[in-house]
């Protein structure tokens, strides 16, 4: 066991501002939902699937892309995401419950409701050949479709402040998105350079908007960029038009960024053939807010839709290897702590702390929280 102390920070999470719970309108509470009943989308509504690609990613750190065609359900879907955000499985009726219980649903949102927009929407989205940001399990409870979280929960973390000038970035990258191609190819860039990447604009004929290198020494990797600007969601984009400048310049990514993409079925197996990763602004937004790096990165430029390597970035930084190493050596400090001050024998004689010992430890402390998890000697 090394003997070293570490000094872990958690992962900060988004938040956004609630107006009032969700209410059903009259017309859904009394029809079947099947029968294209709709529900007043109130807090989390919105008037495309990049609208409200995030609203799922609020205090804790749920999968965040709701896919298209998902209007009359996104609020629901928001929501559910909130609540599984803590890592576990939640039924319906839970889910439900504890949304009651948080001001996300309205008293007139039934358990069917919920039930059903969950169902439809998991459909929906392996229908469009999308990763579902929540999942079914054989009991008929769902959860975020990430690995389950068995760990104790962590205290919430602070809310985050912004930035100054990464808000103004935000702010002139969305508007970019609808405006001049060169402004936007711009932004891109500018957006890119304040996650940690080498970015230089080239634009032009026979070259790529882009090109960002990732200054990672050995693992260093190259990605060209194509911006694609545009008032509405990008219908159609020409991926091979992504792809053609990565041999030429080196590089071994390229992606294609736009304000948001329509058709994703078709888009899907596109950007499969062509080796090309798609971004939406929110993507980049999401990033920006989280402080994301080149290195943790490197997973997103990978061909598909970024957004669904993203929700695997999130949901590690809060659920994974840094959670688990933070309760691992505050459980190793406390007990190794109670132990060693109890211990009335000779300096000589005293028992070492190793890895084997850290780990019952470990276990034994998470066992008295409760927890049915169990650390590994890779993490301790």
Not at 308 to 317: G, P, Q
Request: hydrophobic share 40%; charged share 25%.
């Amino acid at each position: 066991m090394r003997e070293a102390a570490i000094l872990l920070r958690c992962p900060l999470h988004f938040a956004i501002e609630r107006a009032g719970p969700i209410r059903e309108t009259s017309a859904s509470a009394s029809s079947p939902i099947g029968s294209g009943s709709r529900a007043k989308r109130e807090p989390f509504a919105a008037e495309s699937a990049n609208d409200y690609r995030f609203a799922g990613r609020l205090a804790k750190t749920a999968a965040y892309a709701v896919t298209a065609g998902q209007k009359s359900h996104g609020h629901i879907i928001a929501a559910a995401m909130e609540i599984l955000g803590d890592g576990r499985s939640h039924s319906a009726e839970e889910i439900l419950k504890l949304a009651l219980e948080r001001n996300l649903y309205d008293s007139s949102v039934s358990e069917k409701y919920v039930y059903t927009a969950l169902i439809e929407y998991i459909a929906r989205a392996i229908g469009n050949g999308r990763k579902p940001g929540i999942v079914q399990n054989a009991d008929r409870s769902f959860r975020i479709n990430e690995p389950p979280d068995e760990w104790p929960a962590l205290p919430d973390a602070p809310a985050k402040q912004p930035v100054p000038e990464i808000s103004a970035l935000i702010a002139r990258l969305e508007a970019a998105a609808q405006g001049l191609p060169a402004d936007f190819e711009l932004a891109v860039c500018d957006a890119f350079a304040a996650l940690g990447f080498d970015a230089t604009h080239v634009g032009g004929q026979k070259a790529p908007d882009g090109i960002l290198d990732a200054p990672l020494g050995p693992i260093a990797y190259r990605c060209v960029v194509e911006c694609k600007s545009s008032d509405e969601g990008i219908n159609d984009p020409n991926v091979f038009e992504s792809s053609k400048y990565k041999e030429g310049f080196g590089a071994q990514y390229c992606a294609l960024v736009g304000r948001a993409f329509s058709g994703e079925t078709s888009l899907v197996k596109e950007l499969q053939n062509h080796g090309v990763s798609a971004w939406t602004v929110a993507d980049l937004t999401a990033l920006l807010r989280e402080g994301s790096n080149p290195f943790e990165m490197r997973a997103l430029v990978v061909p598909g839709f970024a957004s669904d390597a993203i929700e695997d970035l999130f949901w590690e930084r809060t659920h994974g290897q840094p959670k688990r190493v933070r309760l691992i050596a505050e459980a190793i400090l406390r007990t190794g702590w109670t132990t060693q001050s109890a211990y009335r024998g000779s300096a000589a004689e005293a028992p070492r702390l190793t890895e084997d010992v850290a780990m019952v430890l470990v276990d034994q402390d998470l066992a008295a929280q409760g927890s049915a998890a169990a650390c590994s000697r890779e993490d301790v």
